[in-house]
């Protein structure tokens, strides 16, 4: 089975903080995604990568970067954080082209004061 | 970018009941289909698939959706449900470049 691990579950942030979510998966997947989920919004993608070192903006990266250097692990990192950066924090994976399955880690609730 | 629509976001029925599920999709191009579903406090996981073939697609415990192009639609049903359905369902369409575009999801609570 596919595994998509996330580095926390639950993550308290001050308002000008530098914050890392770390994503690994364990099947050798050239996709990885990071998206943020609201209520109400659905799945909104924030960026995605396709191979190491490559990177897509997705529909709202304004306030993220993104770091993939291997290829099992992609990073979302929020530079300064924000309280409207207050969300849960999807990663997923995939093989090849994205009409292929996205296998989803469990998620990052990250709350910012 | 493109945009998929699901329709009554919370949708409440006892256990036995049917349930459907609307989606319309928007993308004009080749279709790839997905369900999602989230249980409360797991995981996102694939509920079922669409890419070609037989339009009417059977997956996981019991949900099947059918895939009507005229429509634009990709409607999820289950003729029973049971509690353990109690989730939240999103549909998704794959619209090229590594895109999946999600709906805003729909919030199903079967009471006992």
């Known amino acids: 089975d596919v595994k998509v691990t996330q580095s926390s579950r639950y993550l308290v942030k001050r308002t000008g903080e530098k914050v890392f979510l770390e994503c690994v998966q364990d099947?050798?997947?050239?996709?990885m995604f990071w998206y943020r989920q609201d209520p109400g919004l659905g799945l909104r993608l924030i960026y995605f990568s396709y191979d190491v070192k490559m990177k897509e903006k997705g529909d709202i990266p304004e306030g993220y970067s993104v770091s993939r250097e291997k290829k099992e692990r992609f990073s979302l990192i929020l530079e300064s954080a924000s309280t409207n950066q207050t969300s849960m924090y999807l990663c997923a994976s995939s093989l090849g082209e994205a009409q292929e399955t996205q296998y989803f880690g469990p998620g990052t609730r990250l709350l910012v004061l | 970018a493109q945009s998929v629509s699901q329709h009554n976001h919370h949708v409440i029925l006892s256990e036995a009941a049917s349930l459907e599920l609307g989606c319309n999709y928007s993308y004009g191009g080749t279709v790839n289909l997905f369900w999602y579903v989230q249980y409360p406090g797991q995981h996102l996981q694939l509920l079922l698939k669409?890419?070609?073939?037989?339009?009417l697609v059977k997956g996981i415990k019991g949900f099947e959706a059918e895939f009507i192009k005229s429509k634009f639609s990709f409607n999820l049903r289950k003729p029973s449900v049971q509690w353990s359905d109690t989730a939240e369902y999103f549909c998704?369409?794959?619209?090229?470049?590594?895109?999946?575009?999600f709906g805003k999801g729909n919030q199903v609570v079967v009471i006992p």
């Open positions: 998704a369409e794959y619209y090229g470049n590594n895109r999946l575009a």
């Open positions: 099947m050798d997947h050239e996709n």
């Open positions: 669409y890419f070609s073939g037989d339009p």
